[in-house]
């Protein structure tokens, strides 16, 4: 995240941000997540998921991007 405002938005709304990160990661298959370019398709995918405004009036997310420091597919 670039800035702290970001990252507080992200930490007070963390149940919605892990309701769509599960939403998302459920609907892949493993085959799809298996590449490189499957890893890079699914960072920029949670990226523009947390991009959409978790209230009203949230200011920009400034999310630019999305690291894994672990990748376990089963």
Partial sequence: ????Q???IIEEHMP???SRLLILLSGKQANELTS???K???????????????TENQP???LREELFT???VQ
């Fill in 1 to 4: 995240m670039g800035n702290e």
């Fill in 6 to 8: 970001s990252k507080t």
């Fill in 16 to 18: 919605q941000v892990r």
């Fill in 36 to 38: 490189t370019e499957g």
């Fill in 40 to 54: 890079e398709e699914l960072a920029q995918a949670i990226i523009s998921r947390l991009n959409v405004p978790l």
């Fill in 60 to 62: 920009p997310l400034d």
């Fill in 70 to 72: 672990e990748f376990i």
